[in-house]
C-alpha cells in the first residue's frame, strides 16, 4: 500500500505534524484525493505574526476559515495592518472552530468588529496598538470577554482597573503584563474561583492596605 491509500484518519495525524505551507502548497499537489483531503482537514493552526505579505495572501484564498482552530494575527513592523486586511478577507463568524486567538498590537476598531459577536475561545492572547485606550467602551466590551464561559486561558498588558471581574467567570489561567495595586490583585483572586494558575508583571502593596487574611484561593496552584 501506497501513502496515497492509507485511511483519511491517519493522513490527518500526518497532517497535524507539518506547517501550513506545506500542507496547502506541496502535500495537496500530490493527488487528487489529497487535494480533497486538505480541504477536509479541520485542525488548522494559522500564525502568521512573521509571514511574507504573498504567503498571507495564498494562505487565506487557500483555507476555509471553518477548519482553523488557532489563529495568530500582528500588526508588528514586518506585518502592517495584517489584522485590517485579515477582517476584510474573512468574518469572524466564518471560525466556528476557532478555540484559540492571538491579536498582537491590534487597533481597537478591529477589536471590537471580532468580539462583538459571540464566539467559542477558550485561549486569548491580545495587546493594543495603543497603550491607552481610545475608546471608553472597549473596558465594557473586555469585561463581557472575560466573563464569557469558554474562556479558560486569557494574556494581556492592560492595566485591570475599570475591568470587571465576574465570580461566574471560569478562567484558569491569566496573565497580565501590567502592574497591579494590592486592591485590584484581591478583586481579581477572590472573585476568579477557578483561577489555577496567575502571573503579573508586579503588584504593589501600600501600607495602608489592609489584607483580608480571610480570604482562601484553594484553585491557585501557580503565581
Known amino acids: 500500500p501506497s ?3 492509507l485511511p483519511v484518519e491517519l493522513i490527518y495525524r500526518i497532517l497535524d505534524t507539518l506547517d501550513n505551507e506545506t500542507i496547502l502548497f506541496s502535500f495537496g499537489y500530490t493527488c487528487k484525493r489529497f487535494q480533497t483531503i486538505i480541504h477536509t ?3 488548522y493552526k494559522l500564525n502568521f505574526k512573521l509571514i ?3 504567503y498571507f495572501h495564498l494562505i487565506c484564498h487557500s483555507i476555509h476559515p471553518e477548519n482553523i482552530i488557532s489563529l ?3 500588526n508588528n513592523k514586518q506585518t502592517p495592518d495584517q489584522i485590517k486586511c485579515f477582517l476584510s478577507i474573512f468574518s469572524i463568524q466564518q471560525f466556528i ?3 484559540s486567538l492571538t491579536l498582537n498590537k491590534i487597533d481597537e476598531d478591529d477589536f471590537y468588529t471580532i468580539f462583538q459577536f459571540k464566539n467559542t475561545i477558550s ?3 491580545f495587546t493594543f496598538l495603543k497603550s491607552t485606550l481610545q475608546n471608553s467602551q472597549t473596558i465594557s466590551l473586555l469585561s463581557s470577554i472575560i466573563s464569557n464561559k469558554n474562556l479558560r486561558y486569557l494574556d494581556f498588558n492592560l492595566s485591570p482597573k475599570d475591568l470587571l471581574w465576574s465570580n461566574q467567570c471560569l478562567l484558569q489561567t491569566l496573565i497580565i503584563s501590567n502592574t497591579l495595586n494590592f486592591t485590584q490583585f484581591s478583586t481579581i483572586i477572590s472573585n476568579l474561583l477557578l483561577l489555577k494558575k496567575f502571573v503579573l508583571q508586579d503588584c504593589i502593596i501600600h501600607k495602608n492596605d489592609i489584607i ?3 480570604i482562601r484561593y484553594l484553585p491557585l496552584i501557580s503565581l
Request: aromatic share 4%; net charge positive; glycine share 0%.
Open 3 to 5: 501513502i496515497c491509500t
Open 41 to 43: 482537514y479541520n485542525q
Open 52 to 54: 511574507s505579505k504573498r
Open 72 to 74: 495568530t494575527l500582528s
Open 97 to 99: 472552530r476557532l478555540r
Open 123 to 125: 485561549s486569548l492572547s
Open 212 to 214: 483580608d487574611c480571610s
